[in-house]
């Protein structure tokens, strides 16, 4: 088996940083959709902006409102108007073709990305 990247939301920007909810990323659901993210699903989140990496669980936010919200511990690793990449992986013996998008600055659908082609850097 190995572990390959399954899903990334690539340069999301933080919404809101809150210490005092219990844990979790709230990300826009319809995001979650396009990458194929489930509710409760471990990610690795990676701060572009400070270089800080951590580890929580996606919580379906509300749709179309374009959160990205860093809650509970994880938000001491992070700040409101952070740009972020958003990774999900998966236990495999078998290749897999990873969903991944592109969002702008208000953390709305731009393109969907494809791993090996993309040589150019996206920002």
């Known amino acids: 088996m ?11 920007w933080v919404t809101d940083a809150n210490t005092e909810y219990i844990g979790s990323i709230l990300i826009d659901e319809d995001l979650m959709d396009k990458v ?6 471990k990610v690795l989140v990676c701060d572009v902006t400070n270089g800080n990496r951590f580890e929580t ?3 379906a936010g509300e749709r179309g409102s374009g959160v990205c919200a860093v809650q509970g ?7 409101r108007g952070n740009c972020l990449i ?10 897999v073709e990873p969903q991944m998008i592109l969002v702008d600055e208000e953390n709305q659908f731009v393109e969907f990305l494809e791993a090996a082609k ?3 850097p996206v920002h």
């Open 73 to 79: 511990a994880a938000a001491r690793l992070s700040s």
């Open 2 to 12: 190995r572990v390959v990247l399954k899903s990334k939301i690539h340069r999301a």
């Open 36 to 41: 194929d993210l489930w509710n409760f699903e």
């Open 57 to 59: 669980y996606a919580i």
């Open 118 to 120: 993309n040589v150019q």
């Open 86 to 95: 958003i990774m999900s992986f998966e236990y495999t013996e078998e290749p």
